[in-house]
């Protein structure tokens, strides 16, 4: 019996009730109906408990499908972000707008817990996976506040895509645990099953490409190649797809088309990843196949631009550096920030230590010290390893230099981090 049911059984009870005061004084002079007068001693308290009950019923079950909306809304994040940029629409114009605007009123109130699912699946269907973990532990991404670089169509594209079904959900734990077996054969089965249905991803699309190579000899040609375009029409920054599509054109001989591929990977790991030395070996193999000549030109300015000298310590730090602590020696660009231009890592042990930072030492073929203009050198003795600076690392660095000049530099270690 539904609620509407309910209400209209005591609606008849109350109506009865109603009837019955109407015809007792009649009924109760009757002789034959002695028994309405003990009636009159508990009808009105029965209709009283009656209607009291039904309307406490009405007040539960009529609050009941408004307090339950906003939770029912909220397990829905398609329609949680596609409702948030059409209540945005005048003012923002824009999913970048509207994610920003997010942003900045949860920087702001911190929000609720439902706000930061609405900004972690924003974040996953702009394709900003590592912003999408930072929401998710109700942590803004660095940069919070900024526009995105990616435009509305491409995010409007993405909200049409319906979220995955908890099937499609089971049957990628399925794959994945295949390909940790390393059976292909019932990992590629298993993706099938998600093409028929349409519940593929960029993931997923990347590692049936994977995995179909290897069960071709670990060919990327043919059906390969198709699963990884597919996967970067969905992403176009993901990076597997990208890695292995520059390995295919490498290994077809489309090393100009490879190049352009293993730049963009090279903006999607960034220069901390720890790929990323080994994405730049590979874009500059690519690279002097494409110009030989190039190269060799490119050879000649290392051997050309470098920056030589030593470091010392200053006297008041000299008994506080045993041997055996690791040293960095680093060149960073003035007018660059980001990434050093050159990096070496060695060890301390008798001072001073002599050093020479050309472009072989590069963290990014983009970013040589050949190519930076003016540069700072630092040195840093890390008492824990880490290359990030830390509270008590010892530290000296130069005025800026142009290491095209050829001039030796002196760095005198002689400041204390964190002091």
Known sequence: MNVPEVLWFFAGVLATLAAMFV????????????????????????????????FGLYSWLGRAPRA???????????????????????????????????????????????DWE?????????????????????????????????????????????????????????ADD????????????VYQQ????????????????????????????????????????????HAKALWLLASLQHATGQHAQAVSTWKKLTLVLGPDSRNAKLVAANLAEDQQLVDPKAAAASMALVNDVAVRGEVVLSDKLRASVPAGLTLFILAKAVDSPGAPVAVLRTTTSSWPVRFKLDDTLSMLPQRKLSTAGKVTVEARVSKSGQAAPQSGDLLGVTEPLDPAAGKAVRIIIERVIGS
């Open 118 to 174: 609405l900004l972690a699946k924003s974040y996953e269907f702009m394709g900003r996976s590592a912003d999408a973990a930072a929401a998710h532990e109700k942590h803004l991404a660095q940069g919070a506040g900024a526009a995105s670089t990616v435009t509305s169509s491409e995010v409007i594209a993405l909200l049409g895509r319906e979220p995955l079904t908890a099937a499609a959900r089971k049957l990628i734990l399925s």
């Open 23 to 54: 015809i007792f004084p009649w009924l109760r002079k009757r002789a034959r109906a002695p028994w309405f007068a003990a009636v009159a001693k508990w009808a009105l308290g029965c209709a009283v408990l009656i209607l009291a009950f039904v």
């Open 194 to 237: 998600l093409v028929q249905i349409q519940q593929m991803t960029a993931d997923t699309w990347a590692d049936y490409a994977d995995v179909t190579a290897s069960l071709n000899g670990n060919s990327l040609v043919g059906a390969p190649e198709k699963y990884l375009q597919a996967a970067l029409s969905l992403d176009p920054q």
């Open 68 to 114: 339950t909306r906003p939770r029912i809304a909220s397990t829905s994040a398609v329609g949680a972000i596609t409702a948030h940029i059409n209540s945005s629409a005048q003012s923002a114009g824009s999913m970048d707008e509207a994610v920003t605007g997010l942003e900045r009123r949860l920087a702001q109130s911190g929000g609720s817990d439902a």
């Open 178 to 189: 295949a390909r940790r077996r390393n059976d292909y054969a019932a990992a590629s089965a």
